[in-house]
């Protein structure tokens, strides 16, 4: 997934095309097809591989005096720059961060001080602007120290707003960040964004449900769908509708989100598929520490939860959960027995 | 949003703080401010040790156990012995 953009407007200067390695247009457009493979990639189409070739790219007709901004070489984050880019003059330095976003990139160091010295030499970056300033995303800066890139490159860090929908203003207004353009959100939108991509990555888990729902089935312990849809609801709220409604759970800490979201599926079950003290107990067991484990995976996908604090979940909440997980698979098999002995 | 408060790493040496004001401008959860050339943290329960502001703090002010935040890695790492990593 090579992106090898040609289209532009303006022709190169003769300064430029002079370079051996002339920096190459980026159009400002969005197409059908990227906004196609963009949904696709958020359900994990190719996701590893959808990644653009970095360099230095010219937006406009960025000249000498041209901003310069740093990202990402995952073609969704440079897909969200450069449509955010319309109608602007300036360069895009794209770094190798293997097809990784930004603020993931920056947490494993390769959105960092050592790539962004390698990409400003290897583009030639000083022979082409005049000024000496790159302004990098703020998310990029836990990868990033600013007074190392001063001393490799020469280049002074500006740390560009969170949300490259600001950066029209971030520049209009001098290259000054606004406090709500520092600040992080995790609202709606970024859940939404996020949540296919947790349903995707558990499919081995629906796997396990579906043979596990047969296998209650099969022994005519329940019917069908009393079997199955318990389990696969389950794994549906800790990965979508608990995620999706987070500040809706109450208490902090994910493990007891999860719980209260697998409580509340589990005393559904029980009121749509009446059974006896057996069924009642295996729902009660067995579902909400599956929902609670999933919705304290998803702490890897906000932009709040501390490493601290997921230590601390992992402490208080191992055993208990391990615990009731354990007897909800006693009941499972106690369930299965009786049907077969019935 | 807020997450767990009491058992975040973050602190900020304010002796050897030398006022360039990085640490207020990496910050997501805006958990600095600068007041008379010093950095002081007006929300320090916000931090989720993304470890920005150490990396930017040219005097070396600030200490913060950051690393990877997701449940997964850091199960996986507690069984393994390894260091977390997402993979």
Known sequence: MVLIPRQGVAAFSPATITLPDAPRYLT????????LEHLLVRF??????????PALYRIGSATAESPVIVTANYKLTLDKVRGACAGLDLWILVLDTHGINVWCAAGKGTFGTDEIA???????????????????????????????VKELTGFTVVYGPVRITDLRAFLAAGMQASDAMRRVHFDLADRIAVTPMELVLSWQLFLAALAAGLLLWASRASTLGAAIVPFIGAIIMGTVIVPLSLPLFPFRPFVLKGLAGGLLWAFAMIAFFPGDILTVARHLTLLPPVTAYLVFNFTGSTAFTSPSGVKAEIRWFTWPLLIWFVAGVGLFFAELVRGWLL | MRYLESVVTLNLD??????????????????FTMTDRKATMVDRGACMECGACRKNCPAGAITVEAGVGCAYALIRSRITGKEACCG
């Open chain 1, 28 to 35: 400002t457009s969005i197409s059908l097809h990227d906004r």
């Open chain 1, 44 to 53: 994990g189409w190719r996701r590893r591989q959808y990644r653009t070739e």
């Open chain 1, 118 to 148: 390698r990409m400003a030499k290897e583009s030639r970056l000083a022979d082409i602007v005049k000024h000496r300033r790159l302004i990098v995303p703020q998310l990029g800066a836990s990868g990033v120290s600013a007074h190392r």
């Open chain 2, 14 to 31: 304010t002796e050897k703080c030398v006022g360039c004001g990085r640490c207020a401008d990496v910050c997501p959860h805006r958990v």
